[in-house]
């Protein structure tokens, strides 16, 4: 059942601005801020939330950060940014199609790396090891301290202040969360109740889900540009290898990267039209009335069908293997891991060696001080500061 049977059981508007849903979240009901702050005259809260994050400096550092390439094999692979960028463009398609709040769906994704550290999941595993016995290290969870601690923006308080809808989208867009909970969501739960043990908003759903339809689709992309796939070897995932043969079928001269390009679009349109589809079947299922009734169903609303679902798992076994776990790819990263651990152990034993404003008064925080610094670095300032620590030339190849 598609999305004109939603409107018509759901008794959903067309779709278009300003007309979202019963169950979209409404920024006009928000549960507001932390800290209350006047109105905007000219802007809903959630475009508030969502220029904050596009203001912020974390957001600003992501065109440095790794997506799956370290940023010198070529300025043509995606950053943490562009990535960012694709994923709220694939967002705000979905969340319109299925008549949610559009300004939501893009914040969340805009803010969903907030926390990534240099070097990709690279760096994350080095600071996982590094913070193991001093509350741990999360990617999500830091990104929850980027906007509620460390950006310092604002006269009163610490962190972008965004709206409860935000920071609960943030930290739930996988779904529950469920005890132990990492260190800097625990923190802040004891301050915010974010409803933990729920899921999201619809629209947190949908940001979840665009981000792994951006992953599918603009990974293969870059590890065709890199030579470690190309589109004969996606004939392994039967799905993407008949988008291969029709692009093949319908246009046989085209350059190669026309062809990859056409591929790389069809496949991101059958993505999305299959959660659009599947998501409309799940909403009718459920009738949902509130946001909150979102909240409280049995298990996510927005996913992909059964069928694509396993054509996103094969696709991902792939990339896996063939880009991931590549033993080039694999060799950088492990060289990116020590870097990281290096730059920890130096800042942790040696605190006068961070700037200034980051060393802690006293020795309570100094690992979790470290860890925020680190995690806020761009590749290109981590390997600068490996080099005047410890020499030798700022790169990994």
């Known amino acids: ?166 920071l609960e989208g943030l930290v739930k867009h996988n779904g529950p969360v469920h005890p132990p909970l990492p260190f800097a969501l625990a923190e802040y739960a004891a301050l915010h109740d974010l409803w933990l043990a729920t899921y999201a908003s619809a629209e947190a759903q949908v940001a979840a889900i665009s981000d792994d339809i951006a992953y599918d689709a603009h990974d293969a992309d870059d590890g065709m540009r890199a030579g470690l796939l190309t589109l004969e070897s996606l004939a392994d995932v039967p799905f993407v290898a008949a988008i291969v043969a029709a692009v093949r079928r319908e246009y046989p001269s085209t350059p190669i990267e026309r062809a990859r390009a056409e591929v790389i679009r069809r496949l991101i349109s059958a993505l999305v039209e299959d959660v659009i589809a599947e998501s409309a079947r799940r909403l009718v299922a459920l009738a949902p009335q509130t946001a909150d009734d979102i909240r409280a169903a049995p298990a996510p609303v927005v996913g992909f069908s059964p069928a694509m679902g396993e054509v ?66 761009t590749d290109r300032y981590a390997l600068l500061e490996h080099q005047r620590f410890f020499g030798g030339g700022a790169e990994l190849r």
């Not at 000219?42 to 065109?63: C, G, M, N, P, V």
């Open 312 to 377: 996103d798992r094969a696709l991902k076994a792939k990339l896996n293997h063939d880009v991931y776990r590549n033993a080039e790819v694999m060799g950088v990263m492990l060289k990116a891991e020590g870097v990281v651990t290096r730059l920890f152990a130096r800042y942790r034993d040696d605190p006068m060696a961070l700037p200034e404003a980051w060393r802690p008064a006293d020795g309570s925080e100094r690992e979790r001080t470290v860890a925020d610094f680190l995690a806020g670095m």
């Open 1 to 166: 059942m598609g999305v004109a049977a939603l409107q018509q059981h759901a008794r959903l508007p067309d779709s278009h601005p300003g007309m979202n849903a019963p169950f979209a979240s409404d920024p006009a009901r928000s549960r507001g801020r932390l800290y209350p702050v006047r109105p905007s005259p000219t802007r809903s809260e959630f475009q508030r939330d969502r220029d904050r994050i596009i203001h912020s400096t974390a957001f600003r550092r992501l065109k440095d950060k790794t997506q799956v390439f370290l940023f010198d094999e070529g300025d043509h692979y995606r950053t943490r940014l562009t990535h960012t960028i694709e994923v709220a463009q694939i967002a705000r398609a979905i969340a319109r199609a299925l008549s949610l709040n559009e300004d939501l769906a893009e914040t969340l994704a805009l803010a969903h790396d907030l926390g990534h550290p240099p070097f990709g999941h690279a760096g994350e595993r080095a600071l996982a090891a590094a913070m193991r016995d001093h509350g741990g290290f999360d990617h999500n969870a830091q990104s929850l301290r980027v906007v509620t601690r460390l950006e310092r923006r604002y006269p009163e308080y610490d962190g972008l202040n965004l709206t409860w809808e935000s």
